[in-house]
Every structure is written in C-alpha cells, then in structure tokens.
C-alpha cells in the first residue's frame, strides 16, 4: 500500500470533528501525524469513541499509510528504551531520517567485578554537551567468552544491578543465550545472533521472552533474506538484520555496499528486508587481535617479523577503522552500532555524526526565544543580544557561563538562523528586537546603564536600535570566545 507524504495523504482519513476529538485542526493534525510529532496510538482512543463504522475503517487505513516501510524495533524497558528502524526514504532530505541511531558499548563476561562495574559506570558517565542536549552511548552489548550460561548470567545481573541502560545479549549458543534472558526478565533486550546453524533455538527463544533477534548472514545477502523469511513462517516478526560488517582496507567497500543493496530493496518492497540493521564496527579489534597474536607468537613485540610496527599502533588501528566503518554505516542505514572503543577521540565522532544525520534537516535547530539569566545578574550586569539558532545561542551562553559573566541575554526570535544570516535577510531587526525585550517585560529603566550590546555581526543595527528603543547600544566583538575580555575593557561604559 502507499504511503503517507504529506499531509493531505491523511487529511481525508480524519474525523469532521477534530477539534472536538484532538484539540487541533484536521490539517494540523494530519500535519502532525506525517511528520511524527503526533503517532497514531496516542489519538486511538479518542479516534474510536466515535463507534462508528466509519472510524474503525478509517483508522485501519490511516494504520497501513503512516506505518513505517523498515519495521521499528523497540529495545530495553522504561525511560530508556531505545526504537531502531522506521525509516521510509534513502535521503534524508527526501523526508527525514527518524530513531538516531543507538550506539551499544560492549562488556564481555570474564572481566572480573571490578573491571566490569567500572566499565559499565565509564560508559553511563560518557556525556558530551551539544546545542543545548547531552550526547551519550545509548547501550551496552554483553559479550559471552566464556561460553558458560552460569557467568554468562551473572554478568547480566551484575550489570543490570549497576545500570538501567538498553542490553544486547551476544552469544550464538542458544543455551548461554537462555541464561542471558532469564537473567535480564522483563528488560526485553536484544538476542544477538541467530545464523542457520542455530535457527531453530534461537527462534524460540525470541518467542517465549518476546525479544527481538538478530540474523546473521556473515556477508551473503541472499542467506540473510531466507533467514528472514523462515524466521517470519516461524513467527518471528521482531528482526534485525546484520549483512555484516568488515573493517578491512578491502572490506569496507562491499560492506557499505551492502548496507545500501538492503535498504533499496526494502524501501522497493521486499518485506524479507524490511527491518533494521545492525552493523559490527567492533570487528576491526578482532581484526587486530589476530596481528597482535601473530606478533606473540613471534616473540617481537611488532605486528610480525617482517611488518615494524610496534603493537601499541595496532590499538590507533582499530580505533580508526572502527570509528571510520561505523560513521560510514551511520550515513548509509545502520540503525544500531555495537563499538569497542570508549575514549573521546573514538566516541566523540560517533556521537555527533548519528546527531547530524537524525536531525530534521526542514526544522532548523532553534531554543525558545526569551530573555536568558546568566548567572546572577543585577542593575549594573551587561545586557546582551542574540539569535535563537540553537548553534550560536549555546555558543554565546556557554562563552558567557564559563567566563562567570553575570549578564541578561536575549534570544531574539529569527525562526532558527545565526546573526550574519538573520541580518542580511531581515530576521532580524530592531523591530524584532525591541518586540523580544518587550515580550519579556525588560525593565530596561531598572538597569543601571540602560545600553544593550550588540554582537559584532550586527553592528549594522546599532543606529536603528537607538532610535527604535531609545537606549544606548555597544557593538561588541564578532566572536563570543572574545566577550569576556571585552567586557572587562568596555564594561561598563564610559559616560
């Protein structure tokens, strides 16, 4: 069946009485609903009250136009569950790419307490402040060496006693794997992986604990689609998919390749494919593991006898690969990533690549337009402007706050576009300015100065502020990392 893609797809499948029901118009409703700012369940049972025929063949409809082309897959319980998959498009300025992509730190279970508590409290305490929002690993993938149900086990409980955060449960023996989920009931985490060897068990499993399972091709994508489909006549109907994911110079390629090969496919109807996908950066370690192996049993401490490089390089190796296989992938339709590396120059990357390309590229990145505190400001604090695009807000406030500036700073309304861009388009004016003063009730004859200063970008706007606001203005300097300096040599101003 088609799909919704814009709103008037929907708009004919809405109640007359819309407003009554939800509260909005049937065209923002309809707007709101393709755009995934409202889902379908939570208007379910105000749609339905209507009992009427109707309505029931109506929701159904509106059911199959607004359900997702690649299935969405639920992980993890409570506040932090995290949805994988649900896209409907190969570009992301088609429509938008929804549910960013989760990044699973792993942990293996012969580390002992110490090392695995403090791992887990390493990878729950990873944060990196951006525009306004903290990013953060979003799982941890529990890896069984061992082979033992009984350690296996274990880990889990000892990690789920540390942490609430998501869980993959990485093992192939069904019956470790079994342990695994007993030890994490009701966290409704992922079973990683089922392959054709162990298909049977595996399926089972997923049914009785109600968790959604990984299939594994190990590259062969013909494989993987029959898995699919067996596993769906067994009733399996949670999958993620893992066409694999080599790290090698010569491998990436056809990985990358791959990844793209399913997602066309899905989107162009194959329903054996039409679920999300998992990719295994982490196999750049192993992929390390077996030169360094190569260089112990060598005796040298180098990678073999006739390579020089030391072994400590082989660790900047598979961090780079890593780091480049997953940021690659995260462009091209991975939906989950399961990493090793968890030092700032590995994860920092990761983070901010999964944020920019699940950012809504038709809604700029905005804060809400009012007046700030920074600090404890008083009479005699220096009052500041700027836009409310989130990238410069944060970047002024944060310049600001660790500088210990006292200050009121405005965040005038420009519908989410920087100072230099506001300016030359006329977003921002002094008309828009005094309306954000005048919005937030400033008392400017409460300040001890009555002057506002203006960022260096705008300096333009200087005249047409003073006459418009009747104030003083100063034009401070084009870059914010220079505020604090400037504000002790012209703060406050000279009579």
């Known amino acids: 069946m088609r799909k919704a893609k814009s709103p008037l797809d929907v708009y004919m499948y809405l109640p007359p009485d819309s407003e009554k029901l939800f509260g909005k118009s049937k065209m923002a409703m309809a707007s709101d609903l393709v755009s995934r700012k409202v889902r379908l369940p939570e208007i379910k049972e105000a749609f339905l009250s209507q009992n009427t025929p109707e309505s029931e063949r109506d929701f159904k409809t509106l059911e199959a136009l607004l359900r997702p082309t690649i299935s969405e897959i639920q992980i993890g319980a409570g506040e932090r569950t995290v949805t994988i998959g649900g896209d409907d498009v190969m570009f992301r300025h088609t429509l938008s790419f929804y549910n960013k992509t989760p990044i699973a730190v792993d942990v293996w279970d012969t ?8 791992r887990v409290e390493k990878i729950q305490s990873f944060r990196k402040f951006y525009v306004g929002r903290f990013l953060h690993p979003d799982m941890i993938a529990v890896r069984s060496v061992s082979n033992d149900p009984e350690t ?34 009701g966290q409704h985490p992922l079973i990683y992986a089922c392959d054709v060897r162990n298909r049977t068990e595996m399926a089972e499993l997923a049914l009785e604990f109600d968790a959604p399972l990984v299939v594994c091709s190990n590259g062969n994508l013909d494989e993987l689609k029959s898995l699919s489909a067996a596993l769906q006549e067994d009733g399996v109907t949670k999958l993620v998919l893992n066409p694999g994911a080599g790290c090698g110079d010569d491998e990436i390629g056809q990985t990358f390749l791959n990844f793209i090969r399913i997602r066309k496919a899905a989107l162009d109807g194959d329903q054996d494919l039409a679920y999300p996908l998992i990719a295994l950066p982490i196999a750049s370690w192993e992929r390390m593991k077996s030169k360094c192996n190569s260089a112990i049993h060598a005796g040298q401490n180098v990678v073999s006898k006739t390579d020089s490089v030391p072994i400590e390089d082989t660790f900047a190796e598979a961090a780079y690969f890593e780091t480049m296989t997953a940021a690659s992938l995260v462009v091209r339709y991975a939906d989950i990533l399961i990493i090793h590396g968890l030092l700032p120059y590995e994860m920092l990357p990761l983070l901010h690549v999964t944020e920019m390309i699940y950012t809504d590229p038709r809604t700029p990145a905005s804060v809400e337009p009012k007046m700030y505190k920074i600090g404890n400001p008083t009479a005699e604090s220096p009052v500041l402007f700027t836009t409310n695009f989130a990238l410069t807000f944060y970047t002024v406030e944060s310049d600001l706050s660790s500088s210990n500036v006292d200050c009121y700073l405005l965040s005038a309304n420009t519908g989410g576009l920087g100072v230099e861009a ?15 003063f005048d919005h937030a009730e400033f008392d ?7 002057t506002l200063i203006l960022p260096g970008l705008a300096a333009r706007l200087q005249n047409d502020i003073e006459k418009e606001m009747d104030i003083s203005t100063l034009v401070g300097p084009m870059d914010s990392g220079r505020l604090s300096k400037w504000l002790e040599e012209n703060w406050p101003p000279k009579k």
Do not use: H
């Open 111 to 118: 580390m002992t307490d110490a090392a695995l508590l403090e």
């Open 152 to 185: 296996f086990g274990n880990c889990v409980r000892t990690i789920l006693k540390k942490c609430d955060l998501p869980l993959i449960l990485c093992t192939k023996n069904p019956t470790v794997m079994r342990a695994g989920l007993l030890a994490a009931a």
């Open 444 to 450: 400017w004859d409460a300040t001890a100065c009555k």
């Open 422 to 436: 506001a300016v030359a388009g006329g977003q921002l004016t002094a008309g828009v300015i005094k309306a954000g």
